[in-house]
C-alpha cells in the first residue's frame, strides 16, 4: 500500500482535533449565557470570502485546457459530463443575525441568498438508495424566524410552525436497519437551540459547549467548502498539468445500479498515500472489504472486473487515478506523483467524480496538509479535515 499509511494519518489528525478542541474550551463562556449562545462571531470568521470572478476565470481557463488538447481524441472531446441527479449537492449557509443558525438549500453549490452566507457543502442521496442510503431526513422552513430545521428519521415534517422544503436520504446504517444498508459516508452533528427554533450543522464543531443540544449525527456522501483566494492561487498554477492528463480521460456514468453500488465500493477500496508514478493495475479486492460490500450491494459478479489503475499516463510528473468496472472509468482524479495526500480526501474527489461524471483535479496545498484543492462541477473546492474546517486561511 501507501508510504503514508491512513493509519498514521489518522494519528496526526488525532492530535490536531485535540488541539483544536483546547482551543475551543478556553474561549468556552464560564457561565451558561442567558438563552443565547456566544459563538456568532467566531461561526462568521468561518466563512470563506468566495470570490466567483476569479473561480469562474480559472475554470474557463482550465476547460478551455481540456477541450482544446491535441492530445484529446475526437471521442472523448464529444463526451459531455453527466451530473447524476440521484445524488444532490446540499448547500449550509448560516445566517447574518445573531443568534446564528443555519439554512439548507436543495441542489445548490453556493448559498448566499438574503445575506445568509455559504458555510459549506455536503452532497446526500436526493431519493432512497436501500444500499447506501436509506433513512430519510426531512428539511422544514419556518419562515416566521428565517431557519431551518432538520428532522432525521422522518419522510415529511409538515405540521406547526414547519413548512416541508425538502427530504434527502442520510448515508449509511441507522437504527435497526438491516445489514444490508452500509457504503460510505461521512458524518456531522446536527445541533439545536430554542426549542427546535434554531439549527446548527458544521464539521468538527462540538455545540455542546456553545450550549446547543440533541447533537445527532447526519450521514451522507461527501463535504467540502468553498475555496479562499489563497488556495485558487495553488490550484490555479497546477491546473495546466491536470488538464492535460484529463484530456485523456473519459469518464462515464455507471450504465445500471449494480455498477453505481460497486463504482462507490471501488471508491472505498483506494487508500494510498501517495501515488508512484509506476503504472500499476489493481485489483479491487486490494482492499479486504471490497468483496464483502459488493456481496451486500449485489454487485458480486462485477467484483472480478473491478480495478484501479494508476498512472496509465504520466505528464511531467502528473497521473490519473481510474476506479474501473468493466474496462470503463466511472470516476478518475489527477495527481502529482510521488507526492503525500490523504487517502480519505482523495476517496472524496473520486466520489465527486463519480457524482459530476468529470474527472477532478487534485492539488496539495503545500502550506495544510489536511487539504486538497479541486473542481467540482464548476466551483473551486476544498475537501479536507478539522484544519480545513476550523482555521481556513
Ligand atoms: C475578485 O478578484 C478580482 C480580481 O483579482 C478583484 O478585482 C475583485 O475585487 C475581487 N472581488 C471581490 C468581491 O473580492
Redesign the pocket.
Known amino acids: 500500500m501507501g508510504n503514508l499509511s491512513d493509519m498514521k494519518v489518522s494519528a496526526i489528525l488525532s492530535a490536531l482535533m485535540a488541539t483544536a478542541l483546547i482551543t475551543v474550551v478556553h474561549a468556552a463562556p464560564s457561565k451558561p449565557p442567558s438563552g443565547i449562545d456566544d459563538d456568532g462571531d467566531a461561526l462568521q470568521r468561518l466563512v470563506i ?1 468566495y ?4 473561480a469562474a476565470a480559472i475554470v474557463a481557463e482550465y476547460n478551455n485546457a481540456l477541450h482544446n488538447s491535441n492530445l484529446r481524441s475526437n471521442s472523448i472531446k464529444a463526451a459531455a459530463p453527466v451530473v447524476s441527479k440521484d445524488i444532490l449537492p446540499y448547500c449550509v449557509a448560516l445566517s447574518p443575525i445573531k443568534p446564528v443558525r443555519i439554512k439548507i438549500y436543495k441542489n445548490q453549490q453556493t448559498c448566499d441568498v438574503n445575506g445568509f452566507r455559504t458555510l459549506w457543502v455536503f452532497t446526500a442521496h436526493n431519493k432512497k438508495d436501500k444500499h447506501h442510503a436509506a433513512t430519510p431526513a426531512c428539511i422544514g422552513s419556518a419562515s416566521s424566524q428565517d431557519s431551518h430545521q432538520l428532522f432525521p428519521e422522518r419522510s415529511e415534517c409538515t405540521g406547526s410552525i414547519w413548512k416541508q422544503e425538502f427530504v434527502f436520504y442520510m448515508s449509511g446504517k441507522y437504527g435497526a436497519e438491516n445489514p444490508a444498508v452500509g457504503g460510505v459516508r461521512e458524518t456531522t452533528e446536527r445541533w439545536i437551540a430554542d426549542n427546535e427554533k434554531r439549527m446548527l450543522m458544521y464539521p468538527y464543531y462540538d455545540g455542546k459547549i456553545h450550549w446547543w443540544t440533541d447533537g445527532y449525527q447526519v450521514g451522507y456522501r461527501s463535504r467540502w467548502r468553498l475555496a479562499s ?1 489563497r488556495e485558487m492561487t495553488i490550484l490555479r498554477a497546477e491546473l495546466p498539468k491536470h488538464a492535460a492528463v484529463n484530456n485523456g480521460v473519459s469518464v462515464v456514468p455507471p450504465p445500471n445500479a449494480a455498477t453505481q453500488w460497486c463504482a462507490q465500493d471501488l471508491v472505498a477500496a483506494y487508500n494510498w498515500g501517495a501515488i508512484v508514478s509506476t503504472p500499476n493495475t489493481v485489483p479491487g479486492t486490494v482492499h479486504p472489504y471490497f468483496q464483502s460490500d459488493a456481496t451486500r450491494d449485489e454487485c458480486a459478479h462485477l467484483v472480478p472486473k473491478s480495478f484501479i489503475r494508476m498512472a496509465r499516463v504520466n505528464v511531467d510528473g502528473f497521473i490519473p487515478v481510474e476506479i474501473m468496472i468493466d474496462n470503463k472509468v466511472h470516476a478518475a482524479v489527477s495527481i502529482k506523483a510521488d507526492t503525500p495526500i490523504i487517502a480519505a480526501y482523495v476517496r472524496i474527489a473520486l466520489q465527486e467524480s463519480l457524482r459530476t461524471g468529470a474527472p477532478l483535479p487534485v492539488v496539495v496545498d503545500p502550506a495544510q496538509s489536511d487539504l486538497i484543492i479541486t473542481v467540482v462541477a464548476g466551483t473551486i473546492a476544498v475537501i479536507g479535515g478539522s484544519a480545513a474546517y476550523q482555521h481556513p486561511i
Not at 51 to 54: E, G, K, L, R, S
Open positions: 470570502n470570490n466567483h470572478t476569479t483566494d
